[in-house]
């Protein structure tokens, strides 16, 4: 089979490595991918967001699925252009990825089919916002209601505090005021067919740039998977209070879906509460949860085509998994690119379809016209170990983390260390 992959970050990296080391490969193309997908398959140097040049892409090297990594691509439709050409895609369609392209639509979703969520009001104008602010004074989180890259939630102690930043989101559309919860995090991942679902194991996503939690978001600064201080009796209540009763609102619905279902979900103390709905693999969640994944992850993508999921074998390797982010000088703010990269010659370093317990996947680095590794972006690479022990584990991928060399590398120290929650 040939299969094409759409994004270029640590995520599309690590389903690169997961596709070649399927016997039934044929062929591996990334769009536009990264120095780390081109070692495995071919990239192409096309916007994963252009629809029709993914359609002519997939055509023209006569690709049988295509997997799609990002959001922007899912919210511009490109599954349903796809299917149009008869081609078999992994995401949904953009009705149903309005989940995570709206926030309002999410929540409106999450209160019609009864899933626990923090309480919100949307507002589209100044006036609104100053009346939530009289009437509400508390800690608020503000929500944009569309697709930003991360950077459309910030966290105020007051209201008034988010009165500035509320106002500028306030110029791009409606801005959502959320209660704001206190909790352990944990990501959820279910593969969804239009019969079925399999859930993925808990994977924690440490979302702040600084220790213990402190900073602003981020993308993701390391993942842990399973999640050893999730109870297993706690996991069982996010299944039934969140994740089934979010895929039974699917079906009622009439949405369309194939594919991965990211819910963010926040563990408080009156039980878990849903923070936002994603309609693909979360990044850096995906480099530690694909190692653990026994199955050809080709079988797991046709049976979703199919519609057998249910039946499909999903287990998991009995270790624990735990990435860690090297991001460039300056993340989450602004940030240099184009900074040379070494890497020591260590096992793990080089990431073939061989590889397994130790790996290191690219992000945000390019090759340049030297044939030389610069940076690119504010993750750079994701360093990942598996071991039966956290704590090797963790050691593992912090030693491969210390083998990368650029200027301003820098990583959070505390992954897997504890539970810090975000
Ligand atoms: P979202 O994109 O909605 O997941 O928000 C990004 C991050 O903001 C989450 O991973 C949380 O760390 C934080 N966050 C979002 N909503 C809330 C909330 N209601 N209360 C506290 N933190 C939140
Ligand atoms: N790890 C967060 C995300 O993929 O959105």
Known sequence: MKVLILG????????????????????????????GTAELGTNVEINANDVDAVVETAIRHSIDLVFVGPEEPLAADVVS?????????????????????SKSFAKAFMERHGVPTAAADVVQTESDLHAFVSGNPGPVVVKMDGLAGGKGVREFNSATDAVPFA??????????????????????FALIDSNGHRILPPCADYKKSGERGTGSNTGGMGSISPVPWIA???????????????????????????????IGVMLTEHGPYTLEYNVRLGDPETQVILPLLRADILDVCEAMIDGSISRCR?????????????????????????VPVTIDNVDGAYVTPRSLDRLIFHSGTRSNEHSQIVTAGGRCFTCVCRDTDV??????????????HFD??????????RVFGS
Do not use: M
């Open 8 to 35: 270029k970050g640590g995520r599309e990296h690590a389903l690169a490595w997961k596709f070649v080391r399927s016997n039934r490969i044929t062929g591996l193309y990334c769009a536009p991918g990264n120095p």
């Open 81 to 101: 252009a796809l299917a149009d050409r008869g081609i078999a895609a992994i995401g949904p369609p953009a009705s149903s990825a309005r989940l995570e392209s």
């Open 167 to 188: 106002n500028s989101a306030l110029k791009s559309g409606p801005v959502l005021l959320e209660e704001r919860l206190h909790g352990i995090e944990v990501s959820a």
């Open 232 to 262: 297993d009796e706690t996991w069982s209540s996010v299944k039934r209070t969140i994740i089934e009763p979010s895929i039974e609102g699917l079906r009622n619905d009439g949405l369309d879906y194939t594919g991965v279902l990211y």
């Open 314 to 338: 999903i287990e998991t390797d009995d270790l624990v998994s735990v990435g860690v982010v090297v991001a460039s000088a300056g993340y989450p703010d602004s940030y240099q690119k184009d």
């Open 391 to 404: 704590f090797r584990a963790r050691t593992g991928a912090y030693e491969l983390a210390e083998s990368i």
């Open 408 to 417: 301003g590398a820098w990583s959070r120290t505390d992954i897997a260390a």
